[in-house]
């Protein structure tokens, strides 16, 4: 019996060609909802992007934010945090300082970057969101870094990084988490919490930021516009975002 779903939000709830959730997939969780099971967001997204997004008329009963790196429960409240390592952050200041990478930096009070180039602006457009706020780093604790440029050059940032590793969700763009971290590792906390393990759970996803809670859960369906290594890990492939995808992969596995 499934008692838990964890919703990835970009290209799964929130369609970018309508800038919208799909009304089969608002039904479908309010159908849920009604049947008893916990719905929760699994996002590599903060809470001051997800309050601009269509998701934020929708109840949901717990954030599993920024990869992992903060939870909270349907309140808002602080389940827990993971922030990243004081040295790595330090090494990550430095180089914000450089302005040789684009870099947004998150903390509990959202995002702010260095500077900003064309594949910033590419990379925030691919999920409807605006660039972040020009800001500097005021010695708050970091739960996330977003680095932005070309893949092969930013996969040399964790080597400077001993306690930190990439979750990739853009060509041009990739999250920088502590290494214990990312979706999974936050899903497992979450279900601790609510006395349930991973075999109560199921999980949406498109991205391959979500490659790990979909194989983890006990059952993780891939969206039909997903990406297709995506695909191939997981227990199903639904239907395409626009083509209710939520809603048909619910009827099939009897949830609704």
Request: aromatic letters at 8%; charged letters at 30%.
């Given at each position: 019996?499934?008692?838990?779903?964890?919703?990835?939000?970009?290209?799964?709830?929130?369609?970018?060609?309508?800038?919208?959730?799909?009304?089969?997939?608002?039904?479908?969780?309010?159908?849920?909802?009604?049947?008893?099971?916990?719905?929760v967001?699994?996002?590599?997204?903060?809470?001051?992007q997800?309050?601009?997004?269509?998701?934020?008329?929708?109840?949901?009963?717990?954030?599993?934010?920024?990869?992992g790196?903060?939870?909270?429960?349907?309140?808002?409240k602080?389940?827990?945090?993971?922030?990243?390592?004081?040295?790595?952050?330090?090494k990550?200041?430095e180089?914000?300082?450089?302005?040789?990478?684009?870099?947004t930096t998150?903390?509990?009070?959202?995002?702010?970057?260095?500077?900003?180039t064309?594949q910033?602006?590419?990379?925030?457009?691919?999920?409807?969101?605006?660039?972040?706020?020009?800001?500097?780093?005021?010695?708050?604790?970091?739960?996330?870094?977003?680095?932005?440029?070309?893949?092969?050059?930013?996969?040399?940032?964790?080597?400077?990084?001993?306690?930190?590793k990439?979750?990739?969700?853009?060509?041009?763009?990739?999250?920088?988490?502590?290494?214990?971290g990312?979706?999974?590792?936050?899903?497992?906390?979450?279900?601790?919490?609510?006395?349930?393990?991973?075999?109560?759970a199921?999980?949406?996803?498109d991205?391959?930021?979500?490659?790990?809670?979909?194989k983890a859960v006990?059952?993780?369906?891939?969206?039909?516009?997903?990406?297709?290594?995506?695909?191939?890990i997981?227990?199903?492939v639904?239907?395409?975002?626009?083509?209710?995808?939520?809603?048909?992969a619910?009827m099939?596995?009897?949830?609704?």
């Amino acid at each position: 019996m499934i008692k838990t779903i964890f919703f990835d939000v970009d290209g799964t709830l929130v369609s970018h060609k309508t800038d919208s959730v799909p009304a089969s997939t608002k039904r479908t969780l309010e159908l849920l909802r009604e049947n008893g099971v916990k719905l929760v967001l699994a996002t590599g997204r903060d809470m001051s992007q997800l309050k601009k997004l269509p998701v934020r008329d929708i109840k949901f009963d717990g954030y599993v934010t920024m990869n992992g790196q903060l939870c909270l429960d349907e309140n808002g409240k602080e389940l827990f945090g993971n922030p990243i390592d004081e040295v790595d952050t330090e090494k990550m200041i430095e180089l914000i300082k450089e302005k040789r990478v684009p870099i947004t930096t998150i903390g509990k009070e959202g995002p702010y970057i260095n500077f900003v180039t064309d594949q910033v602006v590419a990379a925030q457009k691919a999920v409807s969101s605006k660039v972040a706020p020009i800001g500097k780093y005021h010695g708050e604790e970091v739960y996330q870094f977003i680095a932005y440029g070309d893949r092969n050059e930013l996969k040399t940032l964790v080597d400077e990084l001993p306690n930190c590793k990439l979750s990739w969700w853009n060509e041009y763009a990739v999250d920088i988490i502590s290494k214990n971290g990312g979706k999974l590792a936050g899903i497992k906390k979450y279900l601790e919490l609510q006395n349930q393990t991973l075999d109560d759970a199921m999980a949406f996803g498109d991205g391959e930021n979500d490659l790990e809670m979909l194989k983890a859960v006990k059952v993780g369906v891939a969206m039909g516009n997903g990406e297709e290594h995506v695909k191939q890990i997981a227990d199903y492939v639904t239907t395409d975002i626009n083509k209710d995808g939520i809603y048909n992969a619910s009827m099939h596995y009897k949830l609704i």
